[in-house]
């Protein structure tokens, strides 16, 4: 009987660095240096399995759409994107970090209407509704800890991993969002066509997760 392919996506950088020895520990090593190639899909000690590397943001998409089967992602890329697409079954508690509110340690603002620079719009959105705070809300895909120096904005809604980010831009963290850590996320589809695989990865990578 052939064996059913599926392919794994994964996120590229730090994430990436602490995946690897969870998915080892799960059977699955990528035959080349993942880490230096400049490949983006790569064959494994598997025959039936590939795993390709991508950016955190485009990790639920692919997953999302079925190109990929199942996926590592960061819980904050995971609540910005929306997660009805898929199924969330693992957490793999790697790459912890916040999603916090920031603030100048000298805030300077006057008006009623806050602004707010931050990547995460959909999030950042939800969480002042929600507080019944109006905010304008102004998107940047980095260096946030510049925007209320330069007066562009009044906080900022970003990931807090050491602090020291904040501190050396004269900033301080204020409220917390969401507790952060990278997730196991499976297509829907995949997760009944391809159950017997899927759960077998799964369970090796739950038991993997607990030793560690
Ligand atoms: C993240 C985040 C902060 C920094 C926080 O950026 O956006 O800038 O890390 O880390 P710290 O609390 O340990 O200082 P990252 O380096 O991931 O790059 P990015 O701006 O591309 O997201």
Redesign the pocket.
Known sequence: MKSTNLVIALTK??ILKETLPLLAAANIEPVEDITQSRKLLFDTNLDNIKLMVVRGSDVPTYVEFGSADMGVAGKDLILEHGSDGFYEPLDLRIAK?RLMTAEPMVPSSTSDTLKVAT?FTNIAKKYFAEQGQQVELIKL?????LAPSLGLADLIV???????????NRMEPRDLIANVSSRVIVNKASMKIKNVIIRDILRKLNAAVNKS
């Open positions: 950088g730090r970090c990547k895909n980095g260096a946030l800890e970003d990931i807090v991993e050491t602090g020291q980010t904040l501190t050396a």
